[in-house]
Every structure is written in C-alpha cells, then in structure tokens.
C-alpha cells in the first residue's frame, strides 16, 4: 500500500511537471506571438515612402453629399468613405481646403479607425487654399496682392499637421492657384513661393515634421508646360523650394479644347468600341505628353525632383448641350471613364508616380444649379454609392462586401448590365 501510494505521488509530481514546462513554453510562445504581432502593426510612413508606391494608390477626396456645400459630411459618412477607399488599395487621399470642418473631421475619422483597426492605413496630402485680392466677390480680383483669407489657411494646415503627424504626409499650397484660367482667383508664383518657403522653415526650425513634404498642385501648364508667359523667375525658385512637383492634367476637357487628339479620322475596318478604345489610348498618351512638358521644362532650369499626378480624372454625366455631350466632344460616358482610370493606373504605377484620381466620389455641389453638369459626376461611385463602370470588376471579386454609402449596400451602376451602358457611350467625332 506504502508503495503503491508512493507511485502516486510520483505520478502526480511528473505530471504537474509536464503542466508546468507546457505552461512556460505556451507563455513564451504567446510573448513570441505578441511580439511578432507588434513588429507587424503598420508603419509610420513617410510621403518619400508612400508617393509612387503603387501599394499606396492615391485618389482626391471630398466627401460632400448634398447641393447645399454647407452640409458637411459626418465623422460617420467620412469613415465609411475611408473604408470604401481602403478596399480598393487606396492609402492617401487629397484634401482642398482647412477653412471648413471636412478636412479636420476627416483627419479625426482615420485617427479613429487607426485605434478601432491597428491594421487600418490612410494618409493625407492636406491642401491650403489659396487666393488673391477680391476673389469671389463682386470686386475686380487683384492677381498681384493674395487675400487676407491665406494667413489664416496656413495656420489652421500647420496645426493640423502637428496634431497629425502620423496621418499627414504632404502639404499642398493652393490648387489650381497659379494657372491663368482661373481668372476669379489666381495668384503670382510669387504668393506661392512665400507660403512653401515659411513651411519648409517650420521644418528646419522643428515646427513641423522633417519628414513632411511640400508642394503646391496646379495645372500642367502653371508648372512649365504650358506658354512661355509663366516661364518666370518666381517659378524656378518654386521648383528648388518644394519637395516634389504636383501637377493635373484633364485630357477629359482638352477633348473640347484641344480636340486634335481626340477627333478621329473614320476607319471602316474599326468598330464603334475599337474606336472608342483608340481614342481613350490617346487620351493617355496626351496626359503623357503634358507630363514630358513639365519634365522637360523642369530640366530645362537644371532640377531634377519627383512629379506626381495631382489631379487627373473622367466625367460619366454631362448636361444635353454642353462642351461634352453628344452635340460636344462626345467624350462623357461611363465606359470611356473606366478606361481612363484604368489606362492612368497602369502608366502611373509602372512609372512610379502617385496619380490622386479625381475623384472618390461623386460631390452634386460643384455644379449646384445643373444636377447633370459634368463637374458633379467625376466620382467613381455615384452619391447614393452606387460603384460605376470602372469599379464593376472590384464588385464581382467582393472587395466591397460588408460595406455601405448612406446606408447603402456597394452595387454595380445599371444593374451591371453593360449592354444597358453601352447604349449611353458614343464614338467621338470625326474629322468631317
């Protein structure tokens, strides 16, 4: 019985044992596992990191709903916006303007999908809105003295970029600020020059990241490409003072005012969509073409620094009548949009530049009076979410399951019918 009870206790003592050793060795290979799972939390990157990566697509965001600008998206809409852009690999959206709440909420939005998601990952290029004298008001606008309002878009651009650090990656110094068909607002290089010269001080002084890029993003033709009138001296020590170039191209409007590429001879040997398809293959090519001017001109002054596409994009609606529609260009149609983005993203991407698509989402305040008007139509969803011709791949492979715009489940435009959509697509005009 002795020996029998003796056994026992041996028993018991090897098997605590093994308990034990097992209990060490699963608590060290949790430590193991929470340590590899810390190593794997996203990175804090920077815009040298993130700006053509083609991991790290770019797209211009607005997020506005409703004809009347004064309704602001919510931290709500913002964060669904964020999740929809997510999914499609996008990972650094374009702002405008700090005036309003849109860009603070916004930045408010990804910090907390950051902390609901360690995984999440959505960075900002935050745009400054920038003005001259008189601008918007019944006065003659003064393109030689800013506006008062432009002090105080730095300031409120600064704070934000120190309060997010981790989120914004670049600053933008106006849009569309310097090129001369923005006869309502344009300003000098000079004007320009002046602000991206104080942030990049900020930087050498500590008040701001050291990591932060500088840019101002405007027209092709604003940064060089275009005539020799904006050849100045302001703008070559604009090209030394910023970290990368920023520049739009719309191919889209260029086929009303600069028709030659688009307007094609008729080959009867093509089908209507092979013509079609050659045009957009053009359209591409003179998105290039504005590309090397810029370039060109860049080397031209001895700089050699990135260029980006800061804007660039395809409307899908036009007003009967208007510069693009069937008695225009015939350029406005869902297939030819889907197209565009799909031949941008390709150049783009193999080239290692960033290209900021515009837009995310259709915005119906732009052209508030015209609820057709093709400047409210450039998104690749519709308002209601709708995901338009471009995107339709991305729904089939389920990339938007789960989530919604304005309550509203990801579907295809015309039920996915692309027999439907063809129906609205037109062969641009030929040269009789």
Known sequence: MKMNFKLKILAIAAILLVTVGCGNKSKKEAETVDKDKEMTKVKDRTAAEILGNPDYLAMSYGGYRHVDHDIEPTLDELKDDMKLLSAMGVKIVRTYKVHLPQAANLLKAISELKKEDPDFE???????????????????????????ANAPQIEETVRLANQYPAIVKVIAVGNEAMVHWAATYFVR????????????????????????????????????GGGAEYHTEDLEKLYNAVDYISMHTYPYHNTHYNPEFWIIEDDEKLSDVEKIDAAMIRAQAFAKKQYDSVSGYMKSIGVEKPIHIGETGWATVSKPGDFYSATGSRATDEYKSGMYYK????????????????EGFNEPWKDSKNPMGS???????TKE??????????VDSGVFEGLTRNGN????????????LMKQVLVPPTAE
Request: negative net charge; charged residues 25%; glycine residues 8%.
């Open 343 to 358: 031949l941008m993203r390709e150049w783009t991407n193999e080239a290692g530049m960033s290209c900021f698509y515009f």
């Open 122 to 148: 959505m960075y900002v290029m935050l745009g400054a809105w920038i003005d001259c004298k008189n601008a918007w008001t019944d006065l003659e606008p003064d393109h030689e003295v800013e506006s008062e």
């Open 189 to 224: 290089p000079s004007v320009i020059l002046k602000w991206v010269n104080h942030l990049q001080g900020l930087k050498e002084a500590g008040k701001l990241p050291k990591d932060l890029w500088i840019t101002s993003s405007d027209d092709f033709s604003s940064w060089g």
């Open 409 to 420: 489940p990801i579907v295809k435009t015309y039920n996915g019918d692309k027999e439907e």
């Open 375 to 381: 400047e409210n139509h450039f998104g690749l969803f």
């Open 385 to 394: 979410g709708q995901a338009k011709y471009a995107l339709w791949d991305m």
